[in-house]
C-alpha cells in the first residue's frame, strides 16, 4: 500500500479534517479536489497548466483508456503519467460507473457485466479482475474497486442485492491485485441508510487504504447526499482518506468537507467551462449572455490568473465565434477558481471556522441570495 494519510486537525467549529495525503507521486494537503482528465487529458490544458491550476492529483478513466487507445498502449508509455507527460500523481476509477452511466443493454452477472461500446456497439465485458489489471497497465497511484452505481430510484430489493454483488466484488479485486497500487473499497447502499452502514461496514472490515462514496449525485437531492454524508461520517476508519466520487460544485464541496470528506473529484468545472459557464469569486455566469457583450473587465477580478488580461467581452466573442480559446480560458478560470476554494477550505478548518467560511462563501458566491 503505497499511500498514507495523516490527519492533522479536526476543525473545532465543524468537525472537518485537514491532512496530508503521501502519494509516491507527491505528498498532497487535503481537502482536495481532483480535476478530471478522463482520457490522460484535462480537456483544453497542457500537463504545465494542469499543474496551475491542480494541487497535484487529478484523475483518469479506466473504461474510456480501455477503450480508447487500450491500456497496453497506456503502459507501452510508462502508464498515464509518461503517456501525458503528467508529473504529478493520479487515480483511476474502475470503469464500473460508465459502464452503468454510458452504456445501455448490459447484462449484471456475478462475473462482471456485459454490454455493448456506448459508440461502436461492441461486444464486451468488464469484471473486477479486468478492472484491476487494467488500472495496473494503467499505473494510477490510487485505484478503484469496480462497483455497480445504482439509479438513486431504485428499490430497497434491487440495491441490496446489487450492494451484495458490489462487496463481493470489492473482495474479488483485492484478491486480484498484484501491485502496490492503492486500492480503494467504494461504498454504496443508495438512499438507504441500512445498506450504506452495512457497505462501509463490510469494507472497513476488508481494510482498505482508502474509501470511496459513490453513488451519489446521481440524481438525488442535496438534502438526500447530506443526510447520507451525515450518516457516513462517524462510522468511517479517522485515519484513512475518504473520497466523494464526482462531486464538485461548490457549494457541494464545502458541505461535503464539514461532513468529513477528504478528496473529490468532478467533471462539472471542465465541462461547464466548455458550454460558457464559469465558477467565479462573485458567483456563476453564463459568458454568452448579452450582458457581457461590452463587458471590459476580466472574468474575475478577484483571482489572477494567465488570462487575466482577456475581458469578458472577448471571451463571450471567443464562445460566439465557436473559437477553441475561448473554451481554454474558462477550463482554466473554473479550475483555478476550486483550486482557490480549497485552499481557503483548508485555512478556515486549520483556524477552526469553516462554518463562519461557509457563510461568508455562500454571501459572496450567490447561494443565500
Ligand atoms: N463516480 C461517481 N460516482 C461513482 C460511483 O458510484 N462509482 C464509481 N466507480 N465511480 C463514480
Known amino acids: 500500500m503505497a499511500i498514507r494519510f495523516e490527519l492533522l486537525h479536526t476543525c473545532k467549529q465543524s468537525g472537518a479534517r485537514y491532512g496530508l495525503l503521501h502519494t509516491p507521486h507527491g505528498t498532497f494537503e487535503t481537502p482536495i479536489f481532483m480535476p478530471v482528465g478522463t482520457l490522460a487529458t484535462v480537456k483544453t490544458l497542457t500537463p504545465e497548466e494542469i499543474k496551475e491550476v491542480s494541487d497535484g492529483l487529478i484523475l483518469g478513466n479506466t473504461y474510456h483508456l480501455w477503450l480508447q487507445p487500450g491500456e497496453d498502449i497506456v503502459k507501452a508509455h510508462g502508464g498515464i503519467r509518461g503517456f501525458m507527460h503528467w508529473d504529478g500523481a493520479l487515480l483511476t476509477d474502475s470503469g464500473g460507473f460508465q459502464v452503468f452511466s454510458l452504456t445501455d443493454m448490459r447484462k449484471i452477472k456475478e462475473e462482471g457485466v456485459y454490454f455493448k461500446h456506448h459508440k461502436s456497439g461492441e461486444s464486451l465485458f468488464l469484471s473486477p479482475e479486468k478492472a484491476i489489471e487494467i488500472q495496473e497497465k494503467l499505473g494510477a497511484d490510487i485505484i478503484m474497486s469496480f462497483d455497480e452505481c445504482p439509479p438513486h430510484d431504485a428499490s ?36 438507504y441508510d441500512d445498506l450504506r452502514l452495512e457497505s462501509a461496514k463490510k469494507l472497513i472490515e476488508m481494510d482498505f487504504p482508502g474509501y470511496s462514496i459513490g453513488g451519489l449525485s446521481v440524481g438525488e437531492s442535496k438534502s438526500e447526499m447530506y443526510r447520507i454524508l451525515d450518516l457516513l461520517n462517524p462510522v468511517m476508519p479517522k485515519d484513512k482518506p475518504r473520497y466523494l466520487m ?12 464539514i461532513r468529513g470528506v ?72 473554473n479550475l483555478a477558481f476550486l483550486k482557490q476554494l480549497m485552499k481557503e477550505i483548508r485555512q478556515a478548518i486549520l483556524e477552526d471556522r469553516l462554518l463562519d467560511f461557509k457563510k461568508e462563501f455562500f454571501t459572496r458566491y450567490g447561494y443565500l441570495k
Open 156 to 191: 430497497y430489493e434491487y440495491t441490496r442485492d446489487s450492494l451484495a454483488r458490489t462487496l463481493r466484488w470489492a473482495e474479488r479485486g483485492k484478491k486480484a491485485l498484484t501491485t502496490d497500487q492503492a486500492l480503494f473499497g467504494i461504498v454504496q447502499g443508495g438512499l
Open 246 to 257: 464526482g462531486v464538485g460544485s461548490p457549494d457541494d464541496l464545502v458541505e461535503g468537507v
Open 262 to 333: 477528504d478528496m473529490f473529484d468532478c467533471v462539472l468545472p471542465t465541462r461547464n467551462a466548455r458550454h460558457g459557464t464559469a465558477f467565479t469569486t462573485t458567483g456563476k455566469i453564463q459568458i454568452r449572455n448579452k450582458q457581457f457583450e461590452w463587458d471590459m473587465t476580466s472574468l474575475d477580478p478577484n483571482l489572477q490568473t494567465p488570462f487575466s488580461k482577456y475581458s469578458k467581452s472577448y471571451i463571450r466573442h471567443l464562445f460566439k465565434a465557436e473559437e477553441i480559446l475561448g473554451m481554454r480560458i474558462m477550463t482554466y478560470q
